[in-house]
């Protein structure tokens, strides 16, 4: 397994070996240990940008994850997911609003961005349901109890 995190923001402090070993956690309960992903840390004016470029949405957003196991040459590599993309500052509002603490919610949307990565989509309203429920058994799984 690899993972690569950066934290390209300086919004709040963040530790980045605990983000490396919880991600670690989280591909060994997807049964993904040998997988790889990066992760990257950024404020929303870094997220917008993203978004915008990539997604034609002009505004922050929590988290975005970029398979590399999609289009042509999706099977090339198969062990390399992709890229995980985190608002530090949308994680951190969205934390207070939930009343969670800051790394609960930074776990949450880690779980969030590699199911993304592993095909699931909750905007397809088939599938949020089930993405929902797979997040909220991860969850779980890694931290011992539920998050609403």
């Known amino acids: 397994m690899k993972i690569l995190a950066a934290n390209r923001q300086s919004f709040i402090d963040v530790d980045l070996s605990r983000i490396e070993r919880t991600s670690g956690e989280i591909l060994k309960i997807l049964e993904n240990e040998d997988s790889e992903i990066s992760l990257t840390l950024v404020d929303d004016a870094g997220i917008t940008d993203i978004n915008r470029q990539y997604l034609g949405r002009n505004r922050p957003t929590n988290v975005i994850a970029f398979s590399m196991n999609e289009g042509d040459f999706g099977d ?73």
């Open 76 to 148: 090339i590599n198969p062990t390399l997911l992709g890229d995980i993309i985190i608002s530090s500052e949308t994680a951190l509002r969205d934390a207070q609003a939930g009343d969670l603490s800051f790394e609960d919610e930074l776990d949450y949307l880690i779980i969030h961005g590699v199911l993304h990565l592993l095909g699931y989509d909750h905007e397809l309203p088939a599938e949020a349901e089930e993405m929902a429920g797979k997040e909220k058994e991860v969850f779980f799984k890694l931290k011992g109890y539920y998050i609403e």
